[in-house]
């Protein structure tokens, strides 16, 4: 071997060496960077164990076993969220970037299977959750990606230890994450770009009387779906009425399909909550609905629907609402000898524009139903109002067609102890009213109607009772086979504990009273 040559092996095997060296006390410096940011970078609220800690420099990546994360309140000094999972993997890491500049840009991370808990404390006012220090972050975060799979995340209530929030299976992939001193300071810490979300199985606690069940939630940036959503009160209707102090709606609403689209949310000037979508259809939904009248009436003050759009504390903006092929069924308990009366509204097809409290007038929210009442009767009503204008005035228009009136007795006979016999053949009002009064112009047609008053057993007839109840009635409309009786009720008084339906009937009722009742 020359001398030439050796000098040459000997330097390659020095280089070598020195690579290689330099290679694991960079990799080394590397991992001494990441454990230091988890210790000293993040929020001190924020902290993060591991088992074991990997790093390649050569493809750039970093993975994770056995980590946990814990963020614990400022305010209360207890655990507010723990994160659990087994391995979490961070591919195509810029380390050069970090070395240099400090600031972390990574690839993609992947979590798998995190189980998520979070400790709710709604004794806490929320603005005793924000920290009253300025948060700082000594280096800016880009990620590419992240994706996390079959996670399961629950929320507890900790006052109760009970259940607020459940989903077993969700999953989560997003882009484009950037994290810096500026964003940490907004509500939304983040800036990031196109989402997938995808929850399975989720249950959400509405409140003390109601749950929510999804089989299957699906969110992105440009359609969001929601299959089998069950909303339902969690007492059956005996209980409920049991426990309740006042009147309250028992029902059961199960949809097989809601879809979003391009939903939007967040604030506006980093200040106030907005919910943004074009357009959201719910799909053959079926709703069921029981009124125990029996419990004490619920006294309070209840607002038309302008007033309560205007005073959300959000800006709502949906510019249509659509539901198709829906069925309701409100059943009425007004006796306890009975189980109520019940009406019903099949193919219930409803179109619902500028529902919102951000625009301006003379934009009206308009709504357009088209159903058919009692199983045979054609309904079509139109309602609108200015959200902007605080008198709340509205005008609520419906027109129904042919109806054998003993269709209604499911809903009159437990309830009223009264039968109807004849056909309504065309029924047309126009309402006009604001919170307090009201007026209604009533156009009608019908034949051989017919009150048949009940005994106390509730189904033989009363012929003393019905006879003189019948005095009255002027059992039809007129001779004219096209013409329609009209008539107007120039004021109908509105109980203001009751809701803006039972205002609407209240109408009808007074028009029917004047159109049907013999002077």
Not at 166 to 182: A, H, M, S, V
Not at 270 to 291: A, G, H, Q, W
Not at 446 to 455: C, G, M, N
Request: aromatic fraction near 10%; include cysteine; charged fraction near 25%.
């Amino acid at each position: 071997m020359t001398k030439r040559r050796k000098k040459l092996l000997i330097s390659s095997g020095v280089l070598v060496l020195l690579l290689i060296s330099g290679y694991f006390i960079a990799q080394r410096i590397i991992v001494s960077k990441i454990e230091g940011f988890l210790k000293t970078s993040l929020p001190s609220a924020v902290s993060v164990e591991y088992k074991d800690l990997d790093v390649n420099l050569l493809i750039g990546s970093l993975k994770v076993d056995l980590a946990s994360i814990t963020y614990t309140g400022e305010t209360t000094g207890k655990l507010n969220a723990l994160v659990e999972l087994e391995k979490m993997e961070v591919n195509g890491v810029k380390y050069l970037d970090y070395l240099f500049s400090g600031n972390v840009h990574i690839g993609e991370i992947l979590l798998k299977q995190p189980q998520i808990t979070y400790n709710h404390d709604k004794n806490i006012p929320s603005e005793e959750y924000r920290s009253s220090k300025v948060l700082q972050l000594n280096n800016s975060i880009r990620v590419e990606n992240i994706l996390v799979k079959e996670g399961k995340l629950k929320i507890i209530d900790r006052a109760t230890d009970s259940l607020i929030m459940k989903t077993d299976d969700f999953n989560f992939d997003i882009n484009d994450i950037q994290l810096n001193n500026e964003t940490i300071k907004t509500k939304i810490p983040v800036l990031f770009g196109n989402y997938q979300l995808s929850f399975g199985n989720l249950f959400f606690k509405v409140g003390d009387y109601e749950n929510i069940e999804i089989s299957q939630v699906e969110i992105n940036t440009g359609k969001s779906i929601l299959r089998d959503l069950k909303l339902y009160t969690k007492y059956n209707k005996q209980e409920l009425s049991r426990i309740i102090p006042v009147e309250r709606d028992h029902f059961n609403l199960n949809c097989p399909l809601i879809e979003l689209n391009s939903l939007d949310l967040g604030f506006v000037q980093d200040s106030m909550f907005y919910f943004k979508c074009p357009k959201i259809t719910f799909n053959e939904p079926d709703l069921k609905v029981f009124r125990d009248k029996l419990v004490h009436d619920d006294l309070k003050t209840k607002k038309l629907y302008g007033t309560l759009l205007r005073n959300l504390p959000f800006h709502l903006n949906v510019d249509s609402l659509q539901i198709n092929k829906g069925s309701i069924r409100y059943t009425e308990k007004v006796k306890a000898e009975n189980n109520g009366g019940t009406v019903r509204f099949s193919n219930f097809n409803l179109s619902v524009q500028n529902l919102s409290n951000t625009y301006v007038s003379p934009v009206k929210t308009t709504i357009q139903v088209t159903s058919e009442f009692m199983g045979t009767a054609p309904l079509q009503a139109n309602w609108n109002f200015d959200v902007n204008d605080r008198s709340d005035a509205f005008m609520f228009h419906a027109n129904i067609g042919k109806l054998p009136a003993n269709n209604m007795n499911q809903f009159i006979e437990p309830n009223l102890g009264k039968r109807v016999e004849g056909d309504l053949l065309n029924t047309v009002f126009t309402i006009h009213g604001n919170p307090y009064t009201s007026s209604v112009n009533m156009r009608i047609k019908y034949r051989d109607f017919d009150v048949i008053a009940l005994r106390k057993d509730g189904k033989r007839k009363n012929k003393v009772l019905s006879n003189a109840i019948n005095v009255f009635v002027d059992n039809d409309s007129g001779s004219n086979s096209n013409s329609l009786r009209e008539v107007q009720v120039k004021e109908v008084e509105r109980d203001q504990t009751k809701s803006v339906f039972n205002f609407i009937w209240k109408n009808v009722k007074a028009g029917l009273l004047k159109a049907m009742v013999k002077e």
